[in-house]
């Protein structure tokens, strides 16, 4: 049986990474494709519990105990449910993965790319995604997104416009390092136009 593949969707916050998980699993199933949509941290029970503590707005989470945090997240996540599925010959759609530590933890906490890499390459296994769509928005715009939503604003979504924009300085870097793998698409767009262009950068893909 074929290994499956894996799509992590990428982004600031308010970029619109889970309705385009969403609409393109449904997408990707009508065409016939085994599809599992999974988000980041959680996706399984203990990645789920991590998730409630480092988002937790009342707790104080140091930088480097919560890179340690989504760590420890993603190698659950990676045992129990990603190589399982992906051995299985399942196509896996993830909300996040490594390049969010990267860039949140890496550059927004100003911990080092480097440094958070080598932490994330322990958790994983040196799992690598087969494409990365990542959705590019402005700062300030996404901000705007993910505040006007009706669940409380998390720990990382109140921090300053400066952080963010380390994030997405980041994320920029991030794909002039892989640009195979990384193919942005514009978030300002329409949901169908940005849909769209997901079906196309996974085109040679599935």
Do not use: W
């Not at 916050?13 to 385009?20: E, S």
């Not at 919560?66 to 190698?75: H, M, N, P």
């Amino acid at each position: 049986m074929p290994r499956g593949r894996l799509i992590t969707i990428e982004g600031i916050d308010g970029a619109g990474k889970t309705t385009l998980a969403s609409a393109l699993g449904d997408e990707l199933r009508a065409r016939g494709h085994d599809v599992c949509v999974l988000r980041e941290p959680g996706g399984v029970v203990a990645a789920e519990r991590i998730r409630e503590l480092v988002q937790d707005p009342q707790l104080r989470v140091g930088a480097r105990a919560e890179a340690l945090l989504y760590a420890a997240a993603r190698a659950q996540l990676v045992e129990e449910a990603l190589d399982p599925l992906l051995a299985a010959g399942t196509c896996v759609l993830l909300d996040r993965f490594v390049d969010s530590s990267l860039a949140y933890q890496g550059a927004g906490r100003q911990l080092g790319i480097d440094q958070v890499r080598a932490v994330n390459e322990f958790a994983t296994g040196g799992l690598r995604p087969d494409r990365t769509l990542l959705l590019a928005v402005d700062t300030r715009l996404g901000r705007s997104r993910s505040q006007s939503r009706a669940e409380p604003v998390d720990r990382l979504e109140g921090e300053r416009d400066e952080f963010f924009d380390r994030v997405a300085g980041a994320y920029d870097e991030l794909v002039m390092q892989e640009p195979e793998r990384i193919k942005v698409i514009d978030a300002a767009a329409s949901p169908d136009e940005v849909l769209a262009s997901a079906l196309a950068a996974l085109a040679d893909l599935l």
